[in-house]
Nanobody, 132 residues
C-alpha cells in the first residue's frame, strides 16, 4: 500500500521558517517523482515544489522561488520542504504528492509535470499557518 505521510506544519510568524517532511512507503522511492501542493480555503490548489531523481529536475512555483527549497533523502524515503521567509499568503494545507515518473506529451521535465497536477498519490496534508 502506497502511503505519503506529512509532518512539520504549524503556526509561525511572518518571516519565520518551517521544514515539512513527507515520508513515503509502499513503492520504490528512487523511481518516483515527489512534490508538494497546497490549498487554502476558497482557493485552487497550487503545485508548490516537486523533485525528480530520474531526470534530476526540480520545480518551484513563482510564488515561492528563492524562499522554499525541496530536497530528498532516498535512504530515508523522505522528501523535505524547507520554507523560509514565510508570508501570510503561504497559509494553507500542504500535502505531499507522488507519481511514477509522470509522462508529459509536451516533454516537460518530470518535476514540472508532477507539479502541474499529474500525480497518482497524495497524503492527508499538514496545516501551515503564518500570522502577520
Amino acid at each position: 500500500e502506497v502511503q505519503l505521510v506529512e509532518s512539520g506544519g504549524g503556526l509561525v510568524q511572518t518571516g519565520g521558517s518551517l521544514i515539512l517532511s513527507c515520508a513515503a512507503s509502499g513503492f520504490d522511492f528512487d523511481d518516483y517523482a515527489i512534490g508538494w501542493f497546497r490549498q487554502a480555503p476558497g482557493k485552487e490548489r497550487e503545485g508548490v515544489s516537486c523533485i525528480s531523481g530520474t531526470d534530476d529536475t526540480t520545480y518551484y512555483a513563482d510564488s515561492v522561488k528563492g524562499r522554499f527549497t525541496i530536497s530528498s533523502d532516498n535512504a530515508k524515503n523522505t522528501v523535505y520542504l524547507q520554507m523560509n521567509n514565510l508570508l501570510p499568503e503561504d497559509t494553507a494545507n500542504y500535502y505531499c504528492v507522488g507519481a511514477l515518473n509522470p509522462w508529459d506529451p509536451n516533454n516537460r521535465p518530470i518535476a514540472t509535470t508532477l507539479c502541474a497536477g499529474l500525480y497518482t498519490y497524495r497524503g492527508q496534508g499538514t496545516q501551515v499557518t503564518v500570522s502577520s
